[in-house]
C-alpha cells in the first residue's frame, strides 16, 4: 500500500510545486495572511521559477563535480596501487566538513568575486565526504565469493570494476549521492549572502522585511525539491539494491 501511495503523493508534490512556481499569484490568497497590510504576499522582485532553476543548477553542478571527483579518489585507494592513498584522500573529502560552507564562501569571495562560483566551490567541497565514504563502502564489502569468480574467469581489473564491483557497490553509492545532493540543495540557500541566484534570495527579502509569506515560499520551495530529489534517488537506491540482491 506504502509502495502505491508513496508515487502518487510525489506526484501531486511535483504538480503543486510546477503550479506555484507558473503561477505564484494563483497562491496568493493563502499567504495573505501572513502579512502586514500593503505588504506583498507574493515575491516578485525575480522570477520565481527562474531562481528555482537556478538553485538546482548550482547544486547539480556542485554535486556531479563531487561525484567525478569523489567516486575517482574512492576507486583509486580501494586498488592495490592506491592503497596507501587511503589517508591523504580522507584528510582530502574532509576539508568540506571542517570548514563550514560559510567560511569558505568568506575565503572564495576575495579570489572569485561575488556570484555562483564561491557558492559551488562550497557545495563542492560540502559534497565530497558522504560520496567518497559510500563509495569506499559498497567498493570494500563486495562479496567475496563473486570476486573470486570474477577473477577465475580471467577478467582484467578494469572488467572487474566495471561489470562487477561498481554494479553490486552502485546501491551505497547512490546513498551517498542522496545525502550529498539533499544536503546541498539546501546548504545552496547561503549562495544569495554573496549574489548567487537561488532560493535563498526569497528567504533573506523576507528576513530583511519581516515579511512571513517570503520566508515560507523560499524555505517551502526548498523543501519540496529536497523531497523530491530524496524520495527520487531511494527509488532508484532501492531499485539497484533488488538487481545486485545486496
Do not use: C
Amino acid at each position: 500500500m506504502k509502495r502505491r501511495l508513496a508515487p502518487i503523493l510525489l506526484t501531486a508534490l511535483s504538480l503543486l510545486l510546477i503550479a506555484f512556481l507558473a503561477e505564484p499569484k494563483l497562491f496568493e490568497p493563502l499567504f495573505r495572511p501572513l502579512v502586514q497590510a500593503n505588504a506583498p504576499a507574493i515575491y516578485v522582485q525575480a522570477n520565481l521559477l527562474s531562481l528555482t532553476l537556478s538553485h538546482i543548477a548550482i547544486m547539480a553542478m556542485a554535486t556531479g563535480a563531487a561525484i567525478v571527483i569523489a567516486g575517482t579518489l574512492a576507486i583509486l585507494v580501494t586498488r592495490p596501487f592506491g592503497q596507501e592513498f587511503l589517508p591523504l584522500s580522507r584528510s582530502i573529502v574532509n576539508i568540506g566538513q571542517t570548514l563550514p560552507p560559510v567560511a569558505v564562501l568568506a575565503l572564495a569571495v576575495p579570489i572569485m568575486g561575488f556570484g555562483e562560483k564561491p557558492t559551488l566551490i562550497a557545495l563542492f567541497l560540502y559534497a565530497l565526504l558522504p560520496i567518497f565514504e559510500n563509495t569506499l563502502t559498497g567498493l570494500t564489502t563486495l562479496p567475496h565469493a563473486v570476486m573470486e569468480a570474477a577473477r577465475g574467469t580471467g577478467m582484467t581489473g578494469f572488467q572487474r570494476l566495471w561489470r562487477i564491483e561498481l554494479p553490486l557497490a552502485l546501491p551505497a553509492i547512490l546513498a551517498g549521492i542522496r545525502l550529498s545532493a539533499v544536503i546541498s540543495l539546501s546548504t545552496a540557500t547561503i549562495g544569495s549572502t554573496v549574489a548567487a541566484k537561488t532560493l535563498g534570495e526569497v528567504i533573506i527579502a523576507g528576513l530583511q522585511s519581516n515579511n512571513i509569506a517570503f520566508i515560507l515560499q523560499g524555505g517551502l520551495i526548498v523543501a519540496a525539491l529536497a523531497v523530491l530529489i530524496h524520495s527520487t534517488l531511494s527509488m532508484l537506491e532501492a531499485k539497484a539494491a533488488r538487481q545486485t540482491g545486496r
